[in-house]
Structures are given as structure tokens and as C-alpha cells.
T-cell receptor, first 111, second 114 residues
Framework: GENVEQHPSTLSVQEGDSAVIKCTYSDSASNYFPWYKQELGKGPQLIIDIRSNVGEKKDQRIAVTLNKTAKHFSLHITETQPEDSAVYFCAGVQGAQKLVFGQGTRLTINP | DAEITQSPRHKITETGRQVTLACHQTWNHNNMFWYRQDLGHGLRLIHYSYGVHDTNKGEVSDGYSVSRSNTEDLPLTLESAASSQTSVYFC?????????????FGPGTRLTVL
């Protein structure tokens, strides 16, 4: 089955700097990779996703890149703001709608 | 507005007791899921359902059961609670079985088993 590894577990950056979170997956057949943001006391919320036929996708300050050959994908947040502080999860899909999550990254934006 | 709710938000119980966590969604979604969240493990799938009367085991289903008698609800039951089941539990739903369908998560239930 699918296994997703996520690094780093914690990340601290200065406000305005960029943050990068990386994930690797094991199943070469995986074709969809969502990213979720979880704020304190809330459930995860989808922020961006990428399909395997695309190498990069951007939505304002966030972008995701996918390297199918190396089986890794990354989340990039530019011009970080205090409201970006949260826990971020990457995921792969194993079968119909079965998400396999990474371990999570706690991102802290320092003013 | 459509939403997904969980109750209770916090629960403390004793080892060996039966506990049921409620999940209710008003989107009329076909798919519903239960995850548990533990430090260092991210979210792990417990059980899921693709429709009424359909239930399937996930990665960590031992000690848990679900039943789907209508579209809106998927209660999660711990038959005999164990300390290892102390966790935060999240329910989620999605519209169809398309692999890119977004899963919407509830606010979570924090369960402590003493």
C-alpha cells in the first residue's frame, strides 16, 4: 500500500520569508496529492492539490511541485504571514478516496 | 450553510466502556470517513462508507465499528474503550468516489480513555 513520509516535522520561518515542506510517496501508481492545513482546534482543510499529469500548480502565495520520477512532492509558501502558522499535511490517495497522510509539519511564522 | 458536525467535542471515559462518537453532514455526500490523529502519525483511516449500508475497514479498524443507516450520519463506536484509543477523532465526507473529490473534515472529538 501507499506510504507517505513528510519532512520536516517542525519549521520556523521569519514573516515574509518562504517555507518549503517536502513529502515522498511509495506507490508509483498514485496520481493525486492534496495538501491540507489544520489550524488549532479545527479539522484539516484542503488548500491545494496536484494531479500526476501536472508538474506544478500555483494558487496565489502557495504552490505545489511534483516529481513523479523521484516520487516526491513539495509545498511552497512565499511571503509568509502570521496566519500561515498551522500544521500542514500532505497526502496520497490509495484507491478510491482513501487518503494516506504524512505525519504533518508544524509551521510557525515569526514576526 | 451545509456543514459537517461532530459530537461530543470532548469525551472522557473509562477503560472497557462502550463509546459512540457522532458525525453528521448536511451536504448529502455519499462518502464518509473516520480518522484518528496522533502525534507522529498524522491522520489514519479507521473506517469509511461509500453509501447507505456500505462500510469498509481502514488502516486501523481494530476495536472500532461503524454503521450507515442514512446518508447524513456515520457514528463511530468503540466497543470496549482502551487507553490506546485516546486520540483526536475526525470525521470527513466527500461527494463521490472520484479520486480528486475534496474531503471536508469536521471539527474533531478529543477522546480520553482513563
Amino acid at each position: 500500500g501507499e506510504n507517505v513520509e513528510q519532512h520536516p516535522s517542525t519549521l520556523s520561518v521569519q514573516e515574509g520569508d518562504s517555507a518549503v515542506i517536502k513529502c515522498t510517496y511509495s506507490d508509483s501508481a498514485s496520481n493525486y496529492f492534496p495538501w491540507y492545513k489544520q489550524e488549532l482546534g479545527k479539522g484539516p482543510q484542503l488548500i491545494i492539490d496536484i494531479r500526476s499529469n501536472v508538474g506544478e500548480k500555483k494558487d496565489q502565495r502557495i504552490a505545489v511541485t511534483l516529481n513523479k520520477t523521484a516520487k516526491h512532492f513539495s509545498l511552497h509558501i512565499t511571503e509568509t504571514q502570521p496566519e500561515d502558522s498551522a500544521v500542514y499535511f500532505c497526502a496520497g490517495v490509495q484507491g478510491a478516496q482513501k487518503l494516506v497522510f504524512g505525519q504533518g509539519t508544524r509551521l510557525t511564522i515569526n514576526p | 450553510d451545509a456543514e459537517i458536525t461532530q459530537s461530543p467535542r470532548h469525551k472522557i471515559t473509562e477503560t472497557g466502556r462502550q463509546v459512540t462518537l457522532a458525525c453528521h453532514q448536511t451536504w448529502n455526500h455519499n462518502n464518509m470517513f473516520w480518522y484518528r490523529q496522533d502525534l507522529g502519525h498524522g491522520l489514519r483511516l479507521i473506517h469509511y462508507s461509500y453509501g447507505v449500508h456500505d462500510t469498509n475497514k481502514g488502516e486501523v479498524s481494530d476495536g472500532y465499528s461503524v454503521s450507515r443507516s442514512n446518508t447524513e450520519d456515520l457514528p463511530l463506536t468503540l466497543e470496549s474503550a482502551a487507553s490506546s484509543q485516546t486520540s483526536v477523532y475526525f470525521c470527513a465526507s466527500s461527494e463521490s468516489r472520484g479520486y480528486t473529490d475534496t474531503q471536508y473534515f469536521g471539527p474533531g472529538t478529543r477522546l480520553t480513555v482513563l
